[in-house]
């Protein structure tokens, strides 16, 4: 029985604190007179172990007397840890004497054989009588007793002397962390959704969020039961540009396992109404309706309290002068909501759109009502970012423009009637009038201010060659960055600054190209003056309007956690996958205004050399080799005029030709598939499907993988034959396609798989398999995945997805254009433009393109930027290179510089250079080598850490001499020529100090004879093997 007990209070676990209040029930002065009665003589303070208790009782009719002990923590109230029954039969006073043996958890301290001491907030002792002859429940007792004792904290209980020797390892691992006092893990019941500012384009994407079980058990049971009747608070700030054009507009979402709806949702309308709908535990949905609206271009506050089957909702917008509007709904029903279950969703999911506007700071209260609502105050990100002023300011200028418009327009419509015929009277009236009695200006034909001429020009030009039109404001816009960028470019970047507002003029008109590189050019400060929140600003505008780079460079931000900004994980990822999932769909549509994207590095000058242009020599010999009908060279033309690579412009229509050449006249596998294609899509030329399976058929005979994977997506599309098209992908897949098993996981996701139930898991893994074979809408949909998770299959790893999106993100065609910019202005050796492109390119987080950004700082061409500024830049873009998970070597030798120098305001750190150069030299780079070298020469000790890394050898650390030899010839014995010459003299003038430094004076004139002979002799070794390499070469 005691066994029993015991092992059924060590089950039990701490949760939520609880107040218990016990009593002592009075017994009568004179006992001997009570007819049923029962007390316990000596009741001790505390929890004793092996304590005698002594209890008197008497009774007149035959009862049964019972003793429990109850024990009260964090989460268990009146948990039984002790139990004693016996018979009553007199009603003469008896006394009984009980061993009371309580459980050792309650009583002593943790130690090696006591796992667990819990934390005990009392214990009640209580005694009471039953009539009858079996017990009954304390409440019904003929008379009763109950005392509290005063449990001890479990570090200030005495240590148990057990009658047991432990073994030695079990004594020696306790007497280590017997005094070590333990700690709870922190765990916030407070999660914040969002810290800073999200962009919403009113799509469907937002931030997402999953909650997981507390580890600490009181707060884990206060959250299991509180799914049934929930006690929580979501706190969220919003700014809505434009009203929601969709039935309902997505604030905040909840979506269970099964990818339903879940308690709470909170949805906009079109109405601009707030939809709230929750759910109950039998699964039904209600919804209620707000009777205020979300203003537009106003922070408003809202906060939603969800208290068991009650709602309270309140909206507090930032007026001049505060509206509060509060709603308060009673549902027929219980809510259910379990936070655990499914996921969240801020802004736009899978089912539903977002606003278009901004998210702000957001908070979830999992345990409590908070009232923040009540004295809540703008949050200083949104104060410091002043979204107000700009949408004032721009509506302003706006404005302005339209009354040029008016007055523009009504200039051209009395020129027309002065043109026109007038009859007699009206002349003769004109004539009449004194001219005095004519007003002089209308309020339409208010000058414009100077800095706003240039746009009212444009205007004036465009309504006099198209006529007034609302259209013209994006127009403008467009017209405006333009003109920028050719009088900072092919001008001077020190104009640049003077001409910033004429860009933020384009960007209020609609330009989001203008936004995004004001925001650039603010947030590094590498032509104008450097103002962050100014940047930060511009940037969330150019976002929020869809715009790739300026998605990127959020993106980027929050993952990376640079210009601090704070690392948000979930937050990257709701950027990153709105370009992905525009990448997938700007693949499927080609136009001249995308470009393959190509990872060219500017110290590449091999590759430089490939790139070309449509009067190029070397495009003029590819066309020429395709004319005579070489196979590889139709191909590659078609595949650079289709694309856009090598500096080609795109030209479906040119593309074509050359698929269709290769396929008819060569039948090359490569072309038929290409050709079927296009002819399938119609893209270059008119869609012919039957055609396009011909071609397609011909390709697959031949074994080419992707036709065998196009025939199952033409199964599947156009003749609906799941079976067919499931063979030809199941082939495909065998045969390593990256397509098929994408395409196999969909059937399985959908249940459109032959005699296959839908199944997710199997889907997850056929999208795997596709994403490590290199596609994109495989990549997207694990990345998806992961920031979700499959109930008890898949764990989230929001990290891991980031990265996903990430690579998709990158081969974006409307970057690949702008990277292609930037490559034909540094051919063209325009300077000022190279700069401004990569600029923008390298702000997007594209490792290539900070690359480069550093390269052109370092090589300062045309002086374009001063040397403070350089330093910066060169530091910037080297170290933001080297943060992606494969850095050139290049840039880890000029970070390893940086760091061994010192650059600019940075200091010198020998320990974080050589971590640079052990980096290099793992990638397979001479230099990496050599420069680890210099450093051990010049007295530079490396950690073990590194040199276990680099994997040499214990006996090759042994003195300084060995080490430097082995890292020299290793240097030397490169695979590349290049390293040989300078490895070999840099271990020969080591060789010869050495020797020099270890020999007396008496000895070195006799030394320097051998040395120079041995320097002799090498010298001539590398002469020889010089002119060998470049024999080979000519």
Known sequence: MKMLLH??????????VFAVTFWVVPSSCNFSKMKNSIKILNPPSKPIFRYFLQVQYSCIHPSVASLEVLASSENKIGLRTFVKHWSCITDTPQIKRIHLDL??????REDWLIRKSLIILNVMLRVWLTKGTSPGPYQNGSAKMAVELQPLPPLSRPFKQHNLCPRWDVYLLWQFKKDTIPQCSVEEETSHFLSTVYASTGEKFGIVRTFHPFTHESLEEMRERSTAYPWCTFSTWVFLIKPCKERLCAILHHIDWKM????????LNNRGLLHIQVHGQAGESTAVLSEFHLPLLQWCHLNMEVQGRQVNLTMKCNLEHTVIHRMVHVFHHMIFMDDTHGYFVLGGGKFVQGIEGFYGPTVYFRNRISHVAQNSTLPQTIQDLNFTAWFSSCHGFRNQL?????????????????DSCSDVYSSWLSRRVSPSLQPLCQPWEAPVHSRRGTAARIFQKLIARNGASPANFEIVGKILYSKYLKRVIKGDLTKANGLMPMLLQAGCLGDHNALYLSSVLYQTGLVVTKRPLKATLLSLLAAQMDSRLALLHQGHRHHQGVSGVPLDQALAYAYYSNVAAQTSLDRQNPSPSQVYVESIHLNDEEVLKQQTHEDDDLFLWLKYQAQRGVADAQQTLGRMLFWGQQGISTNLQAAAKYYESGATKLENPVSMYDYGIILLKGQGVTQDIPKAVHFLNKAANLEFVPAINALGWYYERYEHNYEKAVQFWERADSMGCSEAPFNLGVMYSLGLYPGQPPDQFLAYIYYL????????DGAIKVADLWMQGIQGLVPTAPQDAVLWTKWVSEQNGYLGALLRQSLDAYLRQEWSAALIFYLMAAETGYA??????????EQNLGGLLNPDVNAECIWRYYNLSISNENPVPYALIKMGDLLYAGHGAFKKDLRAAAEMYKEAALRNDPQGWYSLGLLIQEGVSLSETVLTELGLAEHLRDDRHTLLTELYQRCRDHESEESYLPCSLALLQYQVKLLWSQHSTALKFSSVIGIAVVSSLTFLTILVRVRGASSTNV
């Open 7 to 16: 092992r059924s209070f060590e089950t039990f676990v701490t949760l939520s």
């Open 103 to 108: 459980p050792d958890s309650i009583v002593f």
């Open 260 to 267: 339903n709806y879940a308690s709470p949702v909170l949805f």
């Open 402 to 418: 339209s009354t040029v418009m008016e007055r523009i327009a009504k200039k051209l419509k009395n020129k027309a009637q002065a």
């Open 769 to 776: 398999k596709s994403a490590r074979r290199g596609h994109i």
């Open 848 to 857: 290539t393109a900070q690359f480069n950004m550093a390269f052109i700082c």
